[in-house]
Protein backbone atom coordinates (compact mmCIF):
# COMPACT_ATOMS: atom_id res chain seq x y z
CA UNK A 1 0.00 0.00 0.00
CA UNK A 2 1.03 3.31 -1.08
CA UNK A 3 2.16 5.98 1.82
CA UNK A 4 1.03 9.23 1.82
CA UNK A 5 2.71 11.09 3.91
CA UNK A 6 0.01 11.45 6.90
CA UNK A 7 1.05 10.81 10.14
CA UNK A 8 -2.43 8.96 10.66
CA UNK A 9 -4.39 6.69 8.30
CA UNK A 10 -4.67 3.16 6.92
CA UNK A 11 -1.68 4.77 4.43
CA UNK A 12 0.36 6.62 7.21
CA UNK A 13 3.98 7.28 7.02
CA UNK A 14 6.86 8.50 5.16
CA UNK A 15 6.42 8.30 1.10
CA UNK A 16 9.01 6.15 -0.32
CA UNK A 17 10.08 4.35 -3.62
CA UNK A 18 9.90 0.31 -2.65
CA UNK A 19 13.51 -1.24 -3.27
CA UNK A 20 14.14 -3.90 -6.38
CA UNK A 21 14.66 -6.78 -5.02
CA UNK A 22 16.60 -9.99 -7.29
CA UNK A 23 14.89 -13.38 -7.39
CA UNK A 24 15.28 -15.45 -4.55
CA UNK A 25 16.30 -19.08 -4.86
CA UNK A 26 13.62 -21.26 -4.06
CA UNK A 27 14.05 -23.37 -0.93
CA UNK A 28 13.44 -27.52 -1.25
CA UNK A 29 14.33 -27.50 -4.46
CA UNK A 30 16.59 -31.13 -6.18
CA UNK A 31 19.67 -29.48 -7.37
CA UNK A 32 21.80 -31.78 -9.97
CA UNK A 33 24.50 -32.62 -7.69
CA UNK A 34 22.36 -33.73 -4.62
CA UNK A 35 20.53 -35.85 -6.93
CA UNK A 36 23.63 -37.95 -8.12
CA UNK A 37 25.35 -37.23 -4.74
CA UNK A 38 21.88 -39.65 -3.63
CA UNK A 39 22.07 -41.74 -6.65
CA UNK A 40 24.99 -42.77 -6.02
CA UNK A 41 24.71 -43.44 -2.17
CA UNK A 42 21.64 -45.52 -3.36
CA UNK A 43 23.53 -47.53 -5.96
CA UNK A 44 26.82 -48.20 -3.40
CA UNK A 45 24.66 -48.68 0.01
CA UNK A 46 21.44 -50.16 -1.11
CA UNK A 47 18.36 -50.30 0.82
CA UNK A 48 17.93 -50.11 4.41
CA UNK A 49 16.00 -53.05 6.15
CA UNK A 50 13.33 -51.47 6.96
CA UNK A 51 13.24 -50.50 2.98
CA UNK A 52 13.61 -54.24 1.83
CA UNK A 53 10.71 -55.56 3.87
CA UNK A 54 8.84 -52.75 2.19
CA UNK A 55 10.26 -54.30 -1.15
CA UNK A 56 9.34 -57.65 0.11
CA UNK A 57 5.33 -56.08 0.81
CA UNK A 58 5.09 -55.05 -2.73
CA UNK A 59 6.54 -58.40 -4.18
CA UNK A 60 4.20 -60.66 -2.28
CA UNK A 61 1.50 -57.98 -2.91
CA UNK A 62 -2.29 -59.00 -1.78
CA UNK A 63 -5.54 -56.92 -2.02
CA UNK A 64 -4.47 -54.37 0.77
CA UNK A 65 -0.68 -54.60 0.01
CA UNK A 66 -0.98 -50.52 -0.35
CA UNK A 67 -2.17 -49.65 3.08
CA UNK A 68 -0.08 -52.12 4.93
CA UNK A 69 2.96 -50.72 3.48
CA UNK A 70 1.53 -47.40 4.02
CA UNK A 71 1.14 -48.10 8.15
CA UNK A 72 4.67 -49.80 8.50
CA UNK A 73 6.33 -46.65 6.30
CA UNK A 74 4.36 -44.31 8.70
CA UNK A 75 5.38 -45.91 11.94
CA UNK A 76 9.09 -46.05 10.64
CA UNK A 77 9.16 -42.61 9.26
CA UNK A 78 6.78 -40.92 11.41
CA UNK A 79 4.63 -39.00 9.05
CA UNK A 80 1.73 -39.63 6.25
CA UNK A 81 3.52 -37.33 3.64
CA UNK A 82 7.22 -39.56 4.00
CA UNK A 83 5.42 -42.53 4.38
CA UNK A 84 3.41 -41.75 1.21
CA UNK A 85 6.81 -40.37 -0.53
CA UNK A 86 8.60 -43.55 0.69
CA UNK A 87 6.10 -46.00 -0.97
CA UNK A 88 6.46 -44.32 -4.42
CA UNK A 89 10.10 -44.33 -3.58
CA UNK A 90 10.20 -48.39 -3.41
CA UNK A 91 7.81 -49.15 -5.39
CA UNK A 92 9.95 -47.39 -8.07
CA UNK A 93 13.01 -49.27 -7.17
CA UNK A 94 10.93 -52.47 -7.68
CA UNK A 95 9.83 -51.25 -11.33
CA UNK A 96 13.52 -50.35 -12.22
CA UNK A 97 14.47 -54.02 -10.96
CA UNK A 98 11.64 -55.83 -12.96
CA UNK A 99 12.43 -53.76 -16.39
CA UNK A 100 16.47 -54.74 -15.41
CA UNK A 101 15.32 -58.42 -15.33
CA UNK A 102 13.24 -58.14 -18.43
CA UNK A 103 15.56 -56.84 -20.35
CA UNK A 104 19.06 -58.79 -19.15
Known sequence: MARNGYAKGKSK???TTPKELPAKAIKGRLGAKTKLC???AREVAGLAPYE????DMI???GSAADKRI???AKRRLGSH???LA??????GVNAAQRAR???A
Open 59 to 61: KTG
Open 52 to 55: RRIL
Open 101 to 103: QAG
Open 13 to 15: GHI
Open 81 to 83: KRA
Open 38 to 40: REI
Open 70 to 72: YKY
Open 86 to 91: KREDIK
